[in-house]
């Protein structure tokens, strides 16, 4: 067991560490005893609290998203204190707690990044899939891409912020001022945290889930939802907007059709279903479609203040590091309000 001392702390680094690793698509994880890592020039050493399993998750194990590391760690909204410091570390210090996001590196100096579109950043590198992530007891994280956490979010309570909350936020931004009325199409772990934030700033949700499936149409309605039913369902009234968070492609001309004239659609996932042929007078009346890709550090800083002081609170449920292939089934049949978090053991 090494120790790791700072004027703050001494910490204790065990030489190995456990981690459920995928080999490749369409298996299941491995747990593995894996050297705890060392951290570059500009990283530094996290032991993980916690960390989020999302739908991206399963994309990637399902094959859909064709370019992971392989073998590769996933997970991607990571809780954890800050251990060890690479030699240029210097807006973080040991003893401190960070958010780890999907966004794991940006480049700084392609055009994208030029244009403060770091989201967009033709040489990232993204956590839990071309970079190792939060399935495991310790990971490295590039410095200038953890998030300080508060400390009401220190906890397991506070992954599903690091992606689904942010991606989440990001689409709301891209919605405008003037909608009212929001429609989520697909109510999980983003559309929980989204109907927060939506509520804070005075907008009316309608909730559009599975034909058939009441147990997540309580949830939206407990959580605040003025209406919720089936996405095969017509709405009270026309959307001003809406988000489409379920991977699902037949739902985009179902989404334009509720929609009012001039509304924005925005997709909220990384990997949808194809989207089928529709007739051009759904578009037309100015209604726009448009996706939300990643997320910049900025969004996260803005949005952590704000759910602090909402505050945004969480539905979880935990499952233990090595119970990970099963809390991934778990999120894959919808059976839970909320999010899947893995807690290190």
């Given amino acids: ?41 500009n990283q530094v050493l996290i032991k993980i ?24 760690i996933m997970g991607h909204e990571i809780i954890g204190l800050v251990i060890s410091l690479g030699r240029e570390v210097e807006n973080l210090k040991p003893g401190d707690w960070v958010g780890i996001p999907w966004l794991g590196f940006a ?20 956590t839990g899939y071309s970079m190792d992530g939060g399935y495991a007891e310790y990971t490295l994280a590039y410095a200038d891409f953890c998030f300080h956490i508060p400390p009401r979010y220190a906890n397991a309570s506070g992954a599903p912020l690091l992606c689904a909350g942010l991606i989440g936020y990001r689409a709301f931004g891209m919605l405008g001022n003037q909608s009212k009325k929001i429609g989520i199409y697909g109510f999980g772990a983003a559309a929980h945290i989204f109907i927060q934030v939506a509520l804070y700033n005075d907008k009316e949700i309608y909730a559009f889930t599975r ?19 089936s996405s095969i369902e017509m709405p009270p009234s026309a959307m001003d907007s809406s988000v489409i968070f379920a991977p699902v492609g037949d739902l985009v001309p ?3 059709k509720d929609l009012d004239k001039g509304g924005t659609v925005v997709c909220g996932g990384i990997h949808m279903s194809d989207i089928p042929s529709f007739p051009y007078e ?52 919808g059976e839970i309000h909320g999010s899947v978090v893995l807690v290190m053991e």
């Fill in 282 to 333: 759904l578009l037309w009346e100015e209604r726009i479609l448009r996706s939300v890709a990643n997320l910049t550090r900025k969004d996260g800083k803005e949005f952590l203040e704000i759910a602090e002081k909402i505050p945004v609170k969480t539905e979880t449920r935990i499952f233990p590091l090595r119970e990970a292939n099963e809390a991934l089934e778990t999120l894959r049949k």
């Fill in 107 to 126: 480049c700084g100096y392609c055009p994208y990044c030029l244009k403060e579109e770091e989201n967009l950043c033709e040489n990232a590198l993204f």
């Fill in 211 to 229: 034909d058939g499936d009441q147990f997540t149409q309580e949830f939206a309605r407990k959580m605040g939802a003025v209406w919720a039913g």
């Fill in 254 to 256: 179902k989404a334009l």
């Fill in 49 to 72: 609290l916690a960390c989020g399993v999302c739908r991206t998750d399963l994309h990637i194990m399902d094959g859909e998203l064709k370019e992971p590391k392989l073998p590769l």
């Fill in 1 to 41: 067991m090494k120790k790791i001392k700072t004027e703050e702390d001494t910490f204790l680094v065990p030489p190995t560490m456990h981690a459920m690793v995928m080999h490749q698509a369409n298996k299941p994880l491995v747990e593995t005893e894996l050297p705890v890592p060392k951290p570059l020039k």
